[in-house]
């Protein structure tokens, strides 16, 4: 049976130059790294070690999905 994957957000933190990680279905995650690579890389360590303090043992491999978001703005020729 599959399993449902967790859901992660991060978001660019443009004043910070971070992005931000933050999940409903991970009590207590927020972190933030320079790159998304290296974010991916810090919530492969965080989120089991998250988990397990909440209580869901890891008896399995759980997938997790990123959803990242960041917001620019485009200048035109006369501004």
């Given at each position: 049976m599959a399993i449902k994957p967790?859901?992660?957000r991060a978001e660019w933190d443009d004043e910070a130059q971070?992005?931000?990680a933050t999940s409903?279905?991970?009590p207590g995650l927020a972190t933030e790294e320079k790159t998304l690579e290296g974010l991916i890389q810090k919530?492969?360590?965080m989120i089991p070690e998250l988990l397990e303090a909440?209580?869901?043992e890891m008896k399995q491999e759980i997938?997790?999905?990123l959803i990242s978001r960041r917001f620019e703005i485009?200048?035109?020729k006369d501004v």
């Open positions: 967790l859901l992660i971070v992005w931000v409903d279905d991970v919530l492969k360590i909440n209580g869901t997938p997790f999905e485009l200048q035109g």
